[in-house]
C-alpha cells in the first residue's frame, strides 16, 4: 500500500488527514502521550483494518478519542460526575477513561465489551485531525503489536510505512508513555494502566482510587483482565530484558559481573556500571525517565543488544507507569541480587526523623547515626586532615588536630566551602558506611536504615535499595527545631534556607511519612516496615 506522508504543522496536511479518516481510511497521528494509529471509532469496517495493520488480537479494546469533553456524552450511556471532574482536572491530557458505552460505538472499537475507554488528547495536532475527520477517532499506539510504542516519527515509520494510508509526523512525543486507564464503571474507581496523571493527582480530585492488581502483577493462567491489553506481552524490544531491583551500588556491582549485554539505567549509575549503557535520566526523575522509556528500548534494538539489564525504577509518581511497562518489557522477571538491603531515612530538619528512626529500630533493623559517623576519627584520618588544611588554612587543625569549630566557620561561609568540604569528607564517609552496612549485613540484620539528613548530598543515597522520607508540616518543623535547638526564630528560618526544601525530600523517596501532629505515622509506619522487611527477605 501507498502511504502518504504528511507534515502536522500544515494545514493543508491536517485537513488531509480528516479526510482520509472520515472515508474510513488509517492514519498515525502524534498525540502527547505516543503516537496513535487512528480510524473513525464509529466505523467498524475501519476500525478492523487498525487491528490488521498493527497484528493485534481484536479483543483488545481501544481508545476512542475527542476533542472537546461535550463530544462524550453521545457515545457513553451516561457522563458520571467522577467523569466529569476528571475531564475538569486533567483533560486535555494523558487520562484515559472508561464509561458504559452507548450503541454509537461499535463492537469492534470496543473489543466486544459493553464499555469504551475515552481520551481528549493535548496535543494540538490530534486535536485539529480529530476536528478535521468530524468524527472521533480510535487509536492505539502506532506500533506493530507487542513492540514498544513509538514515541518519535522515525519509529513509527519504521512500524507502519505501507501498511496504513498516511503518517502525519508530529516530531517527538512529550509524555513518551501511554495515557492513564481509569475505570468508572462498578464500585471504586480503578487504574487499569499507570500514565502520565499519577494515581495520588486521581485520588487528589476523586478521593478513593484503586490500582488493579495486573498493573504489578502477572495475571494467572486464565483469570481474566479487567483492561484485555494488560494480558498481553508487551512493550518487548529483541532484546531479553532482565528487571534488576537493587541500589545503585548494588545494581552496578550486579550488572559489571556480567561477561556481555547492556545497561538500561539511570544517571546516578553511569559512573558505577561498566557494561555499555543506555541512560533512562535521574533515578529520581520519573517524567523523564517515561518520555525515555521507549526510544531507549527501541534503541537497544538498534545496537543489537542481546540481553538488556534494566535497574527498576521507584514506583511513585509517574514512575509507576514506567516500572509498570518494565516489567512487561521483561515478561515479570525480576531478579533481586543478593546482598544487605539498604533503606535511606532522610527529610528536612525538624521533621522528627529520629522518632522514626528510634521506632524502625525496636521493629529490628539496624540503624546507622550517619551525622554521627560524619565527625568520627574514621572519616577525619591524616590524610583527610592534610586536605581540609590545604583547603580552609592550617588553623583548621591546628598541630594536625582538627578544631571542629574553626572548620566550621571556615567551611559553611560560603556555598562553594560546603561543596569543598564535601567533596573531601563524602567520599570517606561512604566508605565508612559501606564498611558499617557490611558489617550488620553478615551479622544478619534484614534491614538496615541509614539515617541522614544529607543522605543526597553526600551520596549515600546510591547505597540505598529504598528511601524512606519522614516530614511535617513547616510551622511544625520550625517549632521543633526552635525547642530542640535552642535557636532563635531567624536562626531557624535560616537553616531552613540553606536546606532543600521539602518538596525535594518527598520526591525522591519510595514512602513518605507525614510526622506532623494527629498524622498516625505509627500505623503507617507499621505497613511501611512489613513491606520493607518482606523485600529484605528476598535478598537473602
Ligand atoms: O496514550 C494513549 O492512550 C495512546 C494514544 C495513541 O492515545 N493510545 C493507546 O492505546 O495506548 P492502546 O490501544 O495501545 O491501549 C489501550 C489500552 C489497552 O490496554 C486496552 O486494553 C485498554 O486501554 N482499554 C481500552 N478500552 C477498554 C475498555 N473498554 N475496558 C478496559 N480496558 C480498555
Ligand atoms: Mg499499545
Given at each position: 500500500?501507498?502511504?502518504?506522508?504528511?507534515?502536522?504543522?500544515?494545514?493543508?496536511?491536517?485537513?488531509?488527514?480528516?479526510?482520509?479518516?472520515?472515508?474510513?481510511?488509517?492514519?498515525?497521528?502524534?498525540?502527547?502521550?505516543?503516537?496513535?494509529?487512528?480510524?473513525?471509532?464509529?466505523?467498524?469496517a475501519a476500525?478492523?483494518?487498525?487491528?490488521a495493520?498493527?497484528?493485534?488480537?481484536?479483543?483488545?479494546?481501544?481508545?476512542v478519542?475527542?476533542s472537546g469533553?461535550s463530544q462524550?456524552?453521545?457515545?457513553?450511556?451516561?457522563?458520571?460526575?467522577?467523569a466529569?471532574?476528571?475531564?475538569?482536572?486533567?483533560w486535555?491530557?494523558?487520562?484515559?477513561?472508561?464509561?458504559?458505552?452507548s450503541?454509537l460505538?461499535?463492537?469492534e472499537?470496543?473489543?466486544?465489551l459493553?464499555?469504551?475507554?475515552?481520551?481528549?488528547?493535548?496535543?494540538?495536532?490530534?486535536r485539529a485531525?480529530i476536528?478535521?475527520?468530524?468524527?472521533?477517532l480510535?487509536?492505539p499506539?502506532?506500533?506493530l503489536s507487542?513492540r514498544p510504542?513509538?514515541?518519535?516519527?522515525?519509529?513509527?515509520?519504521?512500524d507502519?510505512?505501507g501498511?496504513v494510508?498516511a503518517?502525519?509526523?508530529?516530531?517527538?512525543?512529550?509524555?513518551?508513555?501511554?495515557?492513564t486507564v481509569?475505570?468508572?464503571?462498578?464500585g471504586?474507581?480503578?487504574?487499569?494502566?499507570?500514565?502520565?496523571?499519577?494515581?495520588?493527582q486521581?485520588q487528589?480530585?476523586?478521593?478513593?482510587?484503586?490500582?488493579?492488581?495486573?498493573?504489578?502483577?502477572?495475571?494467572?493462567?486464565?483469570?481474566?483482565?479487567?483492561?484485555?491489553?494488560?494480558?498481553?506481552?508487551?512493550?518487548?524490544?529483541?532484546a531479553?530484558?532482565?528487571?534488576v531491583?537493587?541500589?545503585?551500588?548494588?545494581?552496578?556491582?550486579?550488572?559489571?559481573?556480567?561477561?556481555g549485554?547492556?545497561?538500561?539505567?539511570?544517571?546516578?549509575?553511569?559512573?558505577?556500571?561498566?557494561?555499555?549503557?543506555?541512560c533512562?535520566?535521574?533515578?529520581?526523575?520519573?517524567?523523564?525517565?517515561?518520555?525515555?522509556?521507549?526510544?531507549?528500548?527501541?534503541?537497544?534494538?538498534?545496537k543489537?543488544?542481546?540481553?538488556?539489564?534494566?535497574?527498576?525504577?521507584?514506583?511513585?509518581?509517574?514512575?509507576?507507569?514506567?516500572?509498570?511497562?518494565?516489567?512487561?518489557?521483561a515478561?515479570?522477571?525480576?531478579?533481586r541480587?543478593?546482598?544487605?538491603?539498604?533503606?535511606?531515612?532522610?527529610g528536612?530538619?525538624?521533621?522528627g526523623?529520629?522518632?522514626?528512626?528510634?521506632?524502625l529500630?525496636?521493629?529490628?533493623c539496624?540503624?546507622?547515626?550517619c551525622?554521627?559517623?560524619?565527625?568520627?576519627a574514621r572519616?577525619?584520618?591524616?590524610a583527610?586532615?592534610?586536605?581540609?588544611q590545604?583547603?580552609?588554612?592550617e588553623?583548621?587543625?591546628?598541630?594536625?588536630?582538627?578544631?571542629?569549630?574553626?572548620?566550621?566557620?571556615?567551611?559553611?561561609?560560603?556555598?562553594?566551602?560546603?561543596?569543598?568540604?564535601?567533596?573531601?569528607?563524602?567520599?570517606?564517609?561512604?566508605?565508612q558506611?559501606r564498611?558499617?552496612?557490611?558489617?550488620?549485613?553478615?551479622?544478619?540484620?534484614?534491614?538496615?536504615v541509614?539515617?541522614?539528613?544529607?543522605?543526597?548530598?553526600a551520596?549515600?543515597?546510591?547505597?540505598?535499595?529504598r528511601?524512606?522520607t519522614?516530614t511535617?508540616p513547616?510551622?511544625?518543623?520550625l517549632?521543633?527545631?526552635?525547642?530542640r535547638?535552642?535557636?532563635?526564630?531567624e536562626q531557624?528560618?535560616?537553616?531552613?534556607?540553606?536546606?532543600?526544601?521539602?518538596?525535594?525530600?518527598?520526591?525522591?523517596?519510595d514512602?513518605?511519612?507525614d510526622n506532623?501532629?494527629?498524622?498516625?505515622w505509627?500505623?503507617?509506619?507499621?505497613?511501611?516496615l512489613?513491606?520493607?522487611?518482606?523485600?529484605?527477605?528476598?535478598?537473602?
Open positions: 500500500m501507498e502511504t502518504l506522508f504528511l507534515k502536522a504543522h500544515n494545514t493543508n496536511d491536517i485537513g488531509q488527514a480528516g479526510a482520509i479518516l472520515r472515508r474510513g481510511g488509517l492514519v498515525a497521528i502524534p498525540t502527547e502521550t505516543v503516537y496513535g494509529l487512528a480510524a473513525n471509532a464509529l466505523d467498524g476500525v478492523k483494518r487498525i487491528y495493520a498493527k497484528g493485534r488480537p481484536s479483543d483488545n479494546p481501544l481508545i478519542h475527542v469533553f462524550i456524552a453521545p457515545l457513553v450511556k451516561e457522563v458520571p460526575d467522577a466529569r471532574k476528571l475531564a475538569e482536572a486533567f486535555p491530557g494523558p487520562l484515559t477513561m472508561i464509561l458504559e458505552k450503541e460505538i461499535p463492537s472499537t470496543s473489543g466486544g459493553d464499555t469504551v475507554a475515552l481520551r481528549l488528547p493535548a496535543h494540538p495536532a490530534a485531525v476536528e478535521a475527520a468530524g468524527v472521533p480510535a487509536a499506539s502506532a506500533n507487542g510504542s513509538p514515541t518519535t516519527f522515525a519509529h513509527v515509520r519504521a507502519l510505512a501498511k494510508d503518517l502525519l509526523d508530529g516530531g517527538d512525543c512529550q509524555v513518551g508513555v501511554e495515557s481509569v475505570t468508572l464503571v462498578g471504586t474507581p480503578r487504574v487499569l494502566r499507570p500514565g502520565g496523571v499519577t494515581l495520588s486521581l487528589s480530585v476523586l478521593g478513593d482510587v484503586e490500582l488493579d492488581p495486573a498493573v504489578l502483577h502477572q495475571l494467572g493462567e486464565g483469570a481474566k483482565a479487567a483492561s484485555p491489553g494488560m494480558k498481553y506481552k508487551h512493550y518487548s524490544p529483541r531479553q530484558v532482565v528487571l531491583d537493587a541500589s545503585p551500588e548494588g545494581y552496578a556491582r550486579f550488572v559489571n559481573e556480567k561477561k549485554g547492556w545497561a538500561l539505567c539511570f544517571e546516578e549509575d553511569l559512573p558505577l556500571v561498566e557494561l555499555p549503557a543506555i533512562l535520566g535521574s533515578r529520581y526523575d520519573g517524567g523523564e525517565q517515561a518520555h525515555r522509556l521507549f526510544r531507549a528500548l527501541l534503541e537497544l534494538d538498534e543489537g543488544a542481546q540481553t538488556a539489564y534494566a535497574h527498576c525504577p521507584m514506583q511513585t509518581g509517574v514512575g509507576l507507569a514506567v516500572y509498570n511497562r518494565l516489567l512487561r518489557a515478561g515479570f522477571t525480576i531478579v541480587p543478593k546482598g544487605p538491603f539498604v533503606v535511606g531515612l532522610t528536612p530538619s525538624g521533621a526523623k529520629s522518632t522514626i528512626g528510634a521506632q529500630k525496636r521493629g529490628g539496624s540503624v546507622l547515626d551525622d554521627a559517623l560524619t565527625r568520627s572519616v577525619y584520618d591524616e583527610c586532615i592534610q586536605e581540609l590545604a583547603a580552609f588554612g588553623d583548621v587543625a591546628p598541630g594536625g588536630t582538627l578544631d571542629r569549630k574553626e572548620l566550621a566557620r571556615r567551611a559553611f561561609a560560603t556555598p562553594e566551602g560546603r561543596a569543598q568540604l564535601g567533596a573531601i569528607t563524602f567520599p570517606r564517609i561512604l566508605t558506611v564498611r558499617v552496612i557490611a558489617s550488620a549485613h553478615s551479622a544478619g540484620v534484614p534491614v538496615i541509614l539515617d541522614a539528613p544529607t543522605l543526597f548530598e551520596g549515600l543515597d546510591s547505597a540505598c535499595d528511601i524512606l519522614v511535617a513547616e510551622e511544625v518543623r517549632t521543633r527545631i526552635l525547642e535547638d535552642h535557636l532563635s526564630p531557624a528560618r535560616e537553616r531552613f534556607a540553606a536546606q532543600k526544601d521539602a518538596a525535594f525530600y518527598t520526591s525522591r523517596a514512602y513518605v511519612l506532623g501532629p494527629g498524622a498516625g505509627e500505623e503507617a509506619l507499621r505497613s511501611v512489613q513491606e520493607l522487611k518482606g523485600e529484605a527477605a528476598k535478598r537473602l
